[in-house]
């Protein structure tokens, strides 16, 4: 099966979740941020997973995005904003027959969500909606994850493939 796992990551939180979620799919998917996640890559795809952080409540606009560049509170690293937001990644997307499956990053209480948005642009492109969208927590503004968060995100990954082959 060929599976690809898309991120938006700024401080590489949504990034260490695609990596576990890829592995835990196993040998064949890929976690990819949204600017490799084009063309070739793209082609044959039987399942989409899709995941940014959580800001503002909802899925990180472009204007939020360039807001982090002059954040207060002290990151402990400028964020990485070389890559498309996953708004715009989805506004590229071709319509598929695949299954999806989202998730976020995100701080324990925040209310509102980044996966249900992504979801729901990926199910009205034509894909099927594979399994629950998660949340993993970050501990702080900018993490690290919260422990044992690595190890769920590849569990999920491996349920989602199960799921795909039964």
């Known amino acids: 099966m060929k ?25 064949d998917a890929r976690a990819l941020s949204t600017s490799e996640a084009t063309g070739d890559a793209l082609v044959g795809v039987e399942l989409i997973v899709a995941g940014a952080p959580l800001l503002g409540f909802s ?11 002059s954040n207060p509170g002290n990151p402990p690293a400028p964020p990485d904003l070389t890559q498309p937001s996953m708004r715009a990644w989805l506004a590229t997307l071709p319509a598929g027959t695949g299954h999806a499956a989202a998730f976020e990053t995100r701080i324990w209480w925040s209310p509102g969500s980044a996966a ?51």
């Open 3 to 27: 599976a690809i796992v898309v991120y938006e990551s700024h401080w590489g939180n949504t990034a260490a979740i695609a990596r576990a979620i890829a592995t835990g799919i196993g040998a």
């Open 59 to 69: 899925l990180p606009t472009e204007k939020m995005i360039e807001g982090l560049a």
């Open 116 to 166: 249900k948005a992504i979801l729901q642009q990926l199910e009205t492109l034509g894909y099927r909606p594979q399994g629950k969208s998660q949340r993993f927590v970050v501990e702080g503004k900018y993490g690290p994850l919260r422990a044992g968060e690595v190890e769920r995100a590849q569990a999920w990954g491996a349920e989602l493939a199960e799921a795909l082959v039964e």
